[in-house]
């Protein structure tokens, strides 16, 4: 019943995929075309790479880029896993409420209004306190906000799916909470950190509305570059570009889904063990410890 | 009342409790999980709390273990007060029900975790944690991982994990809930044995009686965050202290009736519903026409089909309605003229039917006085 | 003991501190700043806004909040039209990701069960890349020299290129392009979770497959259609990249405002007024789905 394959549903997601995956082969294919048109075949060609190899605003804006998103990454991850630790881990406190609603609106804000408001709290902040200029810095602060409650979501999510009998059975062996954090938790959350720190480096990489709002005069990130550069017009440059960008990715996803798909197959977060389930409920009188 | 022989840690005046409970009460909003519990456990019990779903038993154990910090009251480990040390100070450990074994750590690792954080030396740690695995059967397991063990296996690295550091007291919640029958009952007689052999005190949570009865040299049963009594496995199922712990131990005939009259070891009650007069051995004082609850477990009722005069003590009649045949035991259900139904059973000694009665036949039906328990209301 | 105590005390307190004062100051403290530049007036100064609170001359505390800027904004047709053109194409491209994600969600469901894996990697993956690139692909498809008119025109289907850059249309299909997985991936956890015995419950019972669909599965998908529609609509309504690369001038839509009024106008106030009006309407979409998605109370 439930694996029943019809035709007309499998025509459908052909056709779904096509459709998500035909612009992206566009690119790749103009990218070796030899005419400057872009759009129309005239043969083979790797020029438009020789020519993105030559143009130094693109290749230093690519820098920059990826310096934010080494940054933003990092400190998104720290901050993400803090949030997430808070979120599942330490029970009630004031505010718990207020955090949990701050630590899942940016995911869900208009890029528009955060760039904005960031904006114009960098403003006021310079304005008063000399501190801090605009430029990579607070693109990195901007990106850090949003790209950390996406690193919280991924680690709650492991956290919960992870037994918080681990971590007692840990600190009943006489381990403090920091031994707990970093020879229990951490082990086990790694996968999610990573997916995490991935994700937050690629939302930097990829963001212009917020980084347009909160950069300075100066510094140009890659997709503020290539915004200005798509507004004239098709290029074959930019194609070649995204051909490089989309090469990256596949490459790293792929390498990242074999590494995690082998690690999570031997850390599975209880070894084949199911709490038998007492009286058609789980355990007897046990709550979560946040309740 | 029968008195049986109790545990001789209680009677011994020199012995002093191990765990001591001082009206412990742990709620969670308005709820109490746990509810004004005082609970002695001395050195070398295997104490078993017994309850069903929601009864506060785990809450019980987490509390002893450090988990959840109590609302009021103190617990006390060989008099000193434990209350506000943290789970990694006290020296109680705990087998957990999923076992909670770390996935990314070898058996040997996970064994050997408590020891490192105690800071024991490299070489002592090995030895110690090689014995460990010696003593559960497991020395040729020490470099897998969790998961590729079997559950048995998993059990057994739960309980080395936490042996290993010689506790004051192993807590174990559900030990063998995950175990399927067969191996839980072999795990039995092994934790049995483990326990003489170390003389480490255990508390155990579980929600089978049969667990309780054959692990246990005493069950605290509980019920709504209360312990409705404590004692040996015998006195418990002989000796019921109250409706709650009749019904949830073994099969029971409760009956209502009023006192009409005693005497020096004699108590008769009439019961309406059996249409009869009860009469026990024993009982607490109770004013003359007080209403009070009669136990009778089914296996201590006798029967037979051929008539017996009327208007004896402990003694009704009825129509067999159903013999369910269990194996070993066949239950009776007996239908008085008022309508009650009774339960019986009987062990199945012989291979063959034809010694049961069948449907529909009468039934005469004795007990004797020792065996009624009298419950207060 | 003690500095162990004073550290586990003040270490659970640092966990909550650290990343509740980055959010406070880097997120909350923004908004109140917009709220309160928002009810300020526009002057030519730097910054372009005027104070709420100042001292007169005379040493008194002067306290002025001015709602201009939200009369403004009702009664300008420019910023009306913007409303609407961005909750009416919003609303559309949202409708029209459910109505191909859904099926796409429920097909992946349906396949051997080797193959959802793989597949939803293959709906998620595109999100990895480039967004500003993969609309940028679109540019060159829909160009009235661009590979759907070249490949329709060599085809001989027409013989004039087909006008879609600069319309509405291409907005559509930008909008659902990016944002396709979105619907996808929701639907298909609450499609997953679901308990396949009840199907199977609905079948026993006479239920032939599309009833069974109609009666248990879509209802019981609601809370991912809802996470679906809402992951669609609410980055929809402040788009800015897809309207201005893929849309014509004539269709304004509200980014497309605050970043012109901010950047060009250096209309600070109203912009920020804009926001904020955005920001409602965002809060009262996440407060009814909230509503929506609570669990009905356990018996």
């Not at chain 1, 798509?230 to 290029?235: C, I, K, Q």
């Not at chain 2, 004082?285 to 089909?305: D, V």
């Not at chain 3, 497309?256 to 250096?266: M, S």
Request: charged content about 15%; hydrophobic content about 50%; overall charge positive.
């Amino acid at each position: 019943m439930n694996t029943r394959r019809s035709p007309p549903m499998t025509l459908w997601l052909w056709i779904c995929f096509a459709f998500l995956y035909f612009p992206i082969l566009s690119l790749i294919i103009y990218s070796f075309n030899v005419s400057k048109l872009v759009t129309v075949w005239a043969g083979f060609s790797t020029q438009s790479y020789a020519t993105l190899w030559k143009n130094r605003q693109i290749l230093e804006a690519a820098l920059l880029s990826v310096q934010i998103g080494l940054a933003t990454a990092t400190l998104a991850v720290v901050f993400g896993t803090l949030l997430a630790l808070c979120l599942t881990r330490l029970g009630r406190f004031r505010g718990r409420s207020l955090l949990g609603g701050l630590a899942s609106a940016p995911l869900v804000m208009p890029e528009v209004i955060t760039g904005l408001s960031l904006l114009l709290l960098f403003v006021s902040l310079e304005k008063t306190f000399g501190w801090p200029k605009r430029g990579a810095l607070t693109i990195v602060i901007a990106h850090t906000t949003f790209a950390m409650a996406y690193v919280a979501v991924i680690v709650q999510s492991r956290l919960s799916a992870m037994s918080v009998a681990l971590e007692e059975a840990a600190q009943d062996l006489g381990a403090h909470p920091p031994a707990v954090f970093f020879q229990i938790t951490l082990p086990l959350i790694a996968p999610a950190l990573v997916a995490g720190w991935l994700l937050a480096f690629t939302l930097s990489l990829d963001d212009l509305v917020i980084a347009s709002f909160v950069s300075g005069p100066g510094a140009s990130t890659l997709p503020m570059v290539i915004y200005s550069k798509v507004r004239l017009g098709l290029s074959p440059e930019v194609n070649a570009l995204a051909s490089l960008l989309i090469l990256l990715v596949a490459l790293g996803v792929t390498v990242v889904g074999l590494l995690l798909g082998q690690k999570s197959r031997d850390h599975r977060v209880v070894p084949g063990v199911e709490v038998k389930k007492v009286d058609g409920r789980l355990d007897d009188d046990r709550r979560p410890p946040i309740g | 009342m029968i008195r049986h022989k109790k545990h001789p840690a209680l009677h011994d005046p020199s012995n002093i409790p191990l765990l001591e409970l001082r009206c412990i009460t742990r709620k969670f909003g308005v709820f109490p999980a746990v509810n004004e519990v005082s609970l002695n456990v001395y050195r070398g019990e295997i104490f078993c709390l017994l309850g069903g779903s929601g009864c506060g038993k785990t809450t019980l154990l987490r509390l002893i273990a450090g988990f959840e910090k109590p609302d009021s009251g103190k617990i006390l480990l060989e008099g000193q007060e434990l209350t506000g040390i943290p789970p990694y100070d006290r020296p109680v450990n705990m087998m957990f029900q999923s076992y909670a074994l770390f996935p990314h750590m070898t058996v040997t690792q996970n064994v050997g975790f408590g020891l490192k954080q105690a800071g024991l030396p490299k070489n002592s740690l090995r030895t110690r944690v090689a014995e460990m695995l010696a003593l559960v059967k497991l020395s040729e397991f020490g470099a897998r991982k969790p998961h590729q063990l079997s559950g048995g296996q998993q059990q057994r690295v739960a309980l080395a994990r936490a042996l290993v550091l010689q506790p004051k007291i192993l807590l174990l919640d559900e030990p063998l809930a995950a175990l399927d029958r067969k191996l839980r009952e072999s795990t039995q007689a092994e934790l049995k044995g483990l326990q003489e052999q170390l003389g480490i005190t255990f508390i155990v949570v579980t929600h089978d009686q049969n667990e309780a009865m054959s692990l246990a040299t005493r069950i605290g049963v509980m019920n709504n965050g209360k312990i409705q009594q404590t004692g040996s496995p015998r006195e418990i199922y002989e000796s019921p202290a109250n409706h709650f712990v009749a019904n949830f131990v073994g099969d029971v005939n409760l009956f209502e009736g009023e006192l009409i009259e005693w005497g020096p070891e004699f108590f008769r009650f009439r019961v309406h519903e059996a249409d009869c007069i009860f009469r026990s051995s024993a009982a607490s004082e109770l004013p003359s026409g007080a209403a009070a609850s009669l136990a009778l477990r089914p296996e201590k009722i006798a029967f037979s089909c051929s008539p017996m005069p009327n208007g004896q003590d402990n003694a009704t009649s009825g129509t067999l309605e159903s013999v369910t045949y269990l194996g070993d035991l066949s239950l009776l259900s007996v239908r008085l003229a008022s309508g009650r139904r009774i339960k019986i059973s009987r062990p199945n000694a012989q291979r063959e039917e034809q010694d049961l009665p069948s449907r529909g036949q009468t039934l005469y039906l004795r007990w004797s006085a020792d065996s009624l328990v009298v419950l207060p209301k | 003991m003690k500095s162990r105590d004073w550290l586990r005390s003040h270490g659970r307190a640092l966990v909550i501190v650290v990343p509740a004062l980055w959010l406070g100051i880097f997120f909350l403290m923004p908004f109140l700043n917009v709220l309160k530049i928002s009810l300020a007036e526009q002057v030519i100064a730097q910054p372009p806004y005027s104070p709420l609170f100042y001292f007169s001359e005379s040493g008194d505390w002067h306290f002025k909040v001015s709602l201009d800027n939200y009369r403004d904004l009702f009664n300008d047709d420019l910023y009306i039209a913007a409303f609407l053109n961005s909750t009416r194409i919003a609303f559309i491209s949202a409708v029209i990701c459910l109505l191909i994600g859904y099926p796409m969600a429920y097909g992946i469901m349906r396949t051997t069960p080797s193959w959802r894996n793989p597949l939803l990697m293959l709906v998620a993956l595109p999100f990895w890349t480039s967004f500003l690139l993969r609309v940028y692909a679109w540019i060159g498809i829909l160009n009235n020299t661009g590979i759907l008119n070249n490949a329709l025109l060599a085809c001989g289907f027409i013989d004039r290129p087909l006008v879609i850059m600069k319309t509405e249309v291409a907005i559509y299909i930008g909008i659902v392009y990016s944002y396709l997985p979105f619907v996808v991936l929701p639907v298909y956890s609450t499609l997953e979770k679901m308990d396949t015995t009840l199907l199977e419950a609905a079948a026993d019972l006479g239920a032939r497959p599309f009833a069974a669909f109609l009666k248990i599965t879509l209802p019981l998908s609601w809370p991912g259609i809802l996470a679906g529609f809402s992951l669609v609509f609410i980055p929809a309504l402040g788009e800015f990249v897809i309207p201005d690369l893929l849309g014509g001038s004539d269709t304004l839509m509200l980014g497309h405002v605050l970043w012109d009024e901010f950047f060009a106008n250096r209309a600070w106030p109203i912009a920020s007024a804009v926001a904020i009006v955005m920001l409602l309407m965002v809060l009262g979409l996440l407060v009814l789905q909230n509503k929506v998605n609570r669990p009905p109370p356990q018996a």
